[in-house]
């Protein structure tokens, strides 16, 4: 069965302590891996998309790597304004269609 | 640009009633998927229409629970005869194509007493 695992839930951090987020996967025949950023009361805001392993994306303070089994998501100096929930999903052949598989994310908060 | 737009935002009905979520994805994107958040849990996949083929229901978890998408475009997510079980963030999501980044919307809160 596809599945994707989030560690920590949840991440304390003073402003300027860079970190990162972990996301696990099984999924058989990845076609994508996606970071989303969901802030309070709102929709998950899309950040990026990984295809292969190896692979590097970067934007702003926030990178994001792959392997085979996992991903992560790496903060580099946070600001308060980083504070929300990251939400890792993959993407795989299931049943015929493209279903996204979503963990329950990591909550982050940066303390100014 | 638009974006994907949902409504209403905010839903509260009695146990029993049925209610009619709508959603709107951005012009152009073929793939629409809708999802469910509850507290503290992940995204839940309900429903996935891409273009004019078939839709993949298999996420729907009850047959109280359809949803519909006209001329490929504007869909609407009807739940019937709603549990308090129901509660939860109705999230609506367009993609260009089925394999590309989602766009999502902000979300339908339904609160069932």
């Known amino acids: 069965e596809d599945q994707v695992t989030q560690s920590p839930e949840a991440l304390r951090l003073q402003e300027g302590e860079s970190s990162s987020l972990n996301c696990s996967y099984t999924v058989s025949g990845l076609r994508g891996l996606f970071w989303y950023r969901q802030d309070p009361g709102k929709g998950p805001e899309f950040l990026f998309t990984l295809y292969s392993a190896g692979e590097e994306k970067e934007k702003e303070r926030l990178k994001a790597t792959l392997t085979k089994k996992e991903s992560f998501l790496h903060i580099t100096a946070p600001k308060p304004e980083d504070s929300a929930t990251y939400l890792c999903?993959?993407?795989?052949?299931?049943?015929?269609?493209?279903?996204?598989?979503f963990g329950t994310g990591t909550r982050l908060k940066v303390l100014a | 640009g638009a974006g994907v737009s949902q409504s209403p935002s905010n839903k509260v009905t009695e146990k029993g009633k049925d209610v009619e979520l709508r959603c709107d994805p951005i012009s152009g994107h073929t793939a629409l998927y809708w999802y469910r958040q509850s507290l503290g849990q992940g995204l839940e996949f309900l429903i996935y229409?891409?273009?004019?083929?078939?839709?993949?229901k298999s996420g729907l978890p009850s047959d109280r629970f359809s949803a519909e998408r006209t001329g490929g475009s504007v869909s609407t997510l009807t739940i019937q005869r709603t549990q308090q079980e129901d509660s939860a963030v109705y999230l609506c999501?367009?993609?260009?194509?089925?394999?590309?980044?989602?766009?999502f919307g902000p979300g339908t809160r339904l609160t069932v007493l």
């Open positions: 999501a367009s993609s260009l194509a089925s394999n590309n980044e989602q766009f």
């Open positions: 229409f891409q273009g004019n083929s078939a839709p993949d």
């Open positions: 999903a993959v993407q795989g052949p299931t049943s015929g269609t493209y279903k996204y598989i």
